[in-house]
């Protein structure tokens, strides 16, 4: 049985939406293992002179928790 957990984050990119999701999966699957799925919460966007300056994301993103090592009697790791 999978255990998951799930985490709230930003991201921005000045390209599109699109490269903002691409540039947190990438991100946050450096730090996290078993990164699963992702639900999009909102979209926005900064603007600057007229014109959209940043596309930001914030996601929900899933993954699965490492099971702990089993430990012997004496509290120490099963080999």
Request: aromatic share 6%.
């Amino acid at each position: 049985m999978s255990i998951m957990k799930s985490e709230e984050i930003m991201a921005e990119s000045p390209k599109s939406f699109e490269d903002a999701i691409q540039v947190a999966i990438s991100r946050f699957s450096k730090t996290v293992r078993g990164l699963a799925s992702c639900h999009i919460n909102s979209m926005s966007t900064t603007i600057k002179d007229g014109k959209i300056d940043l596309y930001r994301v914030n996601m929900q993103m899933t993954f699965q928790v490492d099971a702990a090592p089993e430990k012997n009697g004496n509290g120490k790791k099963k080999k």
